[in-house]
Antibody
Framework: EVQLVESGGGLVQPGGSLRLSCGVS????????MHWVRQAPGEGLVWVSGINSDGSYTSYADSVKGRFTISRDNAKNTLYLQMNSLRAEDTAVYYCVRDAARPGGLDVWGQGTTVTVSS | DIQMTQSPSTLSASVGDRVTITCRAS??????LAWYQQKPGKAPKFLIYKASSLESGVPSRFSGSGSGTEFTLTISSLQPDDFATYYC?????????FGQGTKVEVK
């Protein structure tokens, strides 16, 4: 079974930083684009960022551009999200998601890791 | 950015009902639309891709249709396990955007 396991969430003060990780097993990580999607408490899903298979292309939602950085280490089968200058509105469950590549969409989701930004 | 508008926001239905959820895009996205089901405290489940293709293992009572700017998700006969929130996702162009969700609740 394909598995994505996020880690690194927690409580952080406004203005602080956090790095999320997503470990991958049972599929060839280096051939897939990957994404982060978040969901604030009681709210809907929001796409945050995506990265291509070799890490040479990235894209971000306007709300996180300049503060968050997506990256990957294909040798370690791990996806990252470095989050800086965190704000209360970044509080959410963050999901690591595999991109099935066209024609598919986001096909495999991790269980999510919770980030809480509060003083 | 492409805006995705789902309707209705909430839908009250009974087991056995035919249920239809609509998703409208602010500009054409061809057929690059996916549908997801989410239950409380769980990660979303992938249902449909490219507007009308059923993901492997998803029951055939789920179907999708549409292209361009208007899309629908239909559940032909609602089952107890289908009470959940449903989201559409456009993946035509970045930034990818989700609809705001449709909660299917017990009537």
């Amino acid at each position: 079974e394909v598995q994505l396991v996020e880690s690194g969430g927690g409580l952080v003060q406004p203005g602080g930083s956090l790095r999320l990780s997503c470990g991958v097993s049972t599929f060839t990580f280096s051939t897939y684009w990957m994404h982060w999607v978040r969901q604030a408490p009681g709210e809907g899903l929001v796409w945050v960022s995506g990265i291509n298979s070799d890490g040479s292309y990235t894209s971000y939602a306007d709300s996180v551009k300049g503060r968050f950085t997506i990256s990957r280490d294909n040798a370690k089968n791990t996806l990252y999200l470095q989050m800086n200058s965190l704000r209360a509105e970044d509080t959410a469950v963050y999901y690591c998601v595999r991109d099935a590549a066209r024609p598919g969409g986001l096909d495999v989701w991790g269980q999510g890791t919770t980030v809480t930004v509060s003083s | 950015d492409i805006q995705m508008t789902q309707s209705p926001s909430t839908l009250s239905a009974s087991v056995g009902d035919r249920v239809t959820i609509t998703c409208r895009a602010s500009q054409s996205i061809s057929s690059w639309l996916a549908w997801y089901q989410q239950k409380p405290g769980k990660a979303p489940k992938f249902l449909i891709y490219k507007a009308s293709s059923l993901e492997s293992g998803v029951p055939s009572r789920f179907s999708g249709s549409g292209s361009g700017t208007e899309f629908t998700l239909t559940i032909s006969s609602l089952q107890p396990d289908d009470f959940a929130t449903y989201y559409c996702l456009q993946y035509n162009s970045y930034p990818w955007t989700f609809g705001q969700g449709t909660k299917v609740e017990v009537k």
